[in-house]
């Protein structure tokens, strides 16, 4: 499974971080960035937390 | 469990949606909503979608795709009107009925109105759509209340070249909610663009030629925003036996009766972290509040969690961004504890009782933001989180929400 982090609609709320911070961080402007875009599976629940969280939808999960 | 019923396609709705599939729910489940779209992200209607820059498509919140995955029977562009919890079902606006066994309430707000010819609300992507497509250069745009979505509003058709009139009730723009300090910086990034804000104002009606106020003067414009809050969507459960007073009634667990939770901007549950109920217009708690009433329903009754979230809420204004955590009505103390309000980059915190319990930022990079998220979470004691690090004159509030 594969992160894809859309960061031009990212609103700095920093919600992915405090779900998935193995996988995310943000830049001096807040913006996420994508740490691992293949996370482990032990960090996979996080993502999805951290998807469903993400104020401004710009995190996916796709199969690749 | 073999029947849940989602009522309301929005974000905390699809967030309760997803999040039953993703616990391993696997029985039917409904949801209904009362707009004929997929459910859409509604905070850029203010923003982004205001102002020209995204189309509504970007506004999706999942691709057919992603919302086929979910096995939903999906109701759209047909309201809930009536809920029978004694015989377990709800009754659409089409003459449907829908059994359930487990019930997510998450019908949102819709927006206050005024008297009148009407004007412009905006909430949904129709609201938006419409007056994007009037707000052209030089065309006069009065806004009825400078919260922050009549805040947003205004700063998006002041950049596009309108002619714009903020009217505000409260003598300091926010100041019931952020106070009265940094309520007046919000209120100077307004008057330094010229946009035309006028507090103590009370409007009565709107016209066909402008807004009438309670002196009897009349505001001509060509446009009218009415932005003055909203009213949670709960006329439909009268007679249900929920109890409804400003949203439905939740414990802390957002359970509003057996089997029954509720989430989003219509949910008024009791938040154990700051030890009060409250009702959040979020975008963030729409779908953390969604997750937690869906594992609530799903869980056994001794292992449902408290839904004690920290709010946080973000306001693009001017190229200002405004970011706030935690619970900030009714504070009894502001002080800021980063940065200078005159500079308009600065970090405030509040007090409740002896404990941090918000802050506010414009113009601070994340990581200061989050430590004050951890202090709030934690229930961090104020003196010694606050007193040590103020570096300006502490704020005396008068203020209670």
């Not at chain 2, 596009?160 to 009265?180: F, I, M, Q, S, Y």
Request: proline residues 6%.
């Amino acid at each position: 499974m594969k992160v894809e982090l859309e960061a031009d609609k990212c609103v700095a709320s920093g919600q992915c971080v405090l779900a998935a911070m193995d996988v995310f961080d943000q830049d001096d402007d807040g913006i996420a960035i994508l740490l691992d875009e293949r996370p482990a599976a032990e960090h996979l629940d996080d993502v999805k937390e951290a998807i469903a969280v993400c104020p401004a939808a710009a995190i996916r999960l796709v199969d690749q | 469990m073999r029947r849940i019923v989602v009522v309301g396609a929005s974000a905390a709705g699809l967030a309760a949606a997803e999040t039953l599939r993703r616990e391993g729910y696997d029985g039917t489940l409904t949801l209904v909503g009362d707009e004929p779209l997929a459910p859409y992200d509604r905070p850029p209607l203010s923003k982004q979608l205001l102002a020209a820059e995204w189309e509504p498509e970007r506004l999706t919140l999942r691709s057919p795709d992603d919302l086929a995955g979910l096995d939903l029977d999906l109701r759209l562009g047909v309201a809930a009107s009536g809920l029978q919890p004694a015989d377990r079902t709800v009754e659409l606006a089409d003459g449907s009925t829908v059994p359930y066994d487990g019930l997510i309430l998450a019908t949102g707000v819709r927006p206050r109105r005024l008297p009148g010819a009407g004007g412009h609300v905006l909430r949904t992507l129709d609201d938006a759509v419409r007056l994007r497509d009037r707000l052209t250069p030089g065309r006069r745009l009065v806004v009825v209340g400078a919260g922050f979505l009549g805040a947003e509003a205004a700063a998006v058709a002041w950049r596009l070249g309108c002619e714009v009139t903020l009217l505000e009730p409260a003598p300091v723009p926010l100041a019931h909610a952020v106070g009265t300090e940094v309520g007046e910086v919000l209120t100077r990034a307004h008057l330094d663009r010229g946009v035309n804000l006028r507090c103590g104002v009370t409007v009565t009606e709107v016209t066909g030629e402008g807004v009438r106020l309670a002196d009897g003067e009349l505001v001509e414009a060509d446009e009218v925003l009415v932005a003055i809050g909203s009213l949670p969507n709960t006329d439909w459960l009268d007679g249900s036996g929920l109890t409804v007073g400003d949203g439905v009634v939740c414990d802390e667990y957002s359970a509003a009766a057996p089997n029954v939770y509720a989430a989003g901007d219509v949910a008024r549950w009791h938040n154990p972290l700051f030890g009060l109920p409250m009702r959040i217009e979020h975008r963030t708690n729409a779908a953390e509040q969604g997750m937690a009433a869906a594992r609530n329903l799903l869980a056994a009754p001794q292992a449902r969690k408290p839904f004690a979230p920290v709010p946080y809420f973000w306001s693009d204004q001017y190229g200002m961004k405004i970011q706030a955590y935690g619970y900030l009505r009714g504070h009894d103390e502001v002080a800021v504890v980063e940065g200078e309000l005159t500079e308009g980059r600065f970090l405030a915190a509040y007090r409740r009782g002896e404990k941090v319990t918000g802050a506010l930022a414009v113009g601070m990079p994340p990581k200061a933001i989050r430590q004050w998220r951890q202090a709030i979470a934690t229930g961090a004691d104020w003196d010694g989180t606050v007193a040590s690090r103020s570096r300006a004159e502490v704020v005396p509030e008068g203020v209670s929400a």
